[in-house]
Nanobody, 125 residues
Framework: QVQFVESGGGVVQPGGSLRLSCTASGRSIFGIYTAGWYRQAPGNKRELVAVITDAGSTDYADFVKGRFTISRDNAMNTVHLQISSLKPEDTAVYYC??????????????????WGQGTQVTVSS
């Protein structure tokens, strides 16, 4: 059973930045599987934001390209998301998971049923 623990969220003004982190415990998954960050805003479905493969290739949702950067530390079983140039519409709870991803961001889906508590990002002036 894998468990995810996300951290690093907070309240920032528009244009600000945050660095989110996610550690997986129970299994060493981030050195094997594609890792991804999702987010869910109130009233919305959870959506995939960014992925990074075991080879280090990355892909992003169009609405975050150029602003978000995903990275991983396989030794620490951790994945990070640097989020910059934040907009109010980026306000959401951010989660991580393994991702079934085959060069098509739109058809990707989460690998594991278990989700962490997420980390809240609020962008407000």
């Amino acid at each position: 059973q894998v468990q995810f623990v996300e951290s690093g969220g907070g309240v920032v003004q528009p244009g600000g930045s945050l660095r989110l982190s996610c550690t997986a415990s129970g299994r060493s998954i981030f050195g094997i599987y594609t890792a991804g960050w999702y987010r869910q805003a109130p009233g919305n479905k959870r959506e995939l934001v960014a992925v990074i493969t075991d080879a280090g290739s990355t892909d992003y949702a169009d609405f975050v390209k150029g602003r978000f950067t995903i990275s991983r530390d396989n030794a620490m079983n951790t994945v990070h998301l640097q989020i910059s140039s934040l907009k109010p519409e980026d306000t959401a709870v951010y989660y991580c998971n393994g991702v079934n991803y085959v060069d098509d961001f739109r058809s990707a889906f989460p690998l594991f049923d278990s989700w962490g508590q997420g980390t809240q990002v609020t962008v407000s002036s």
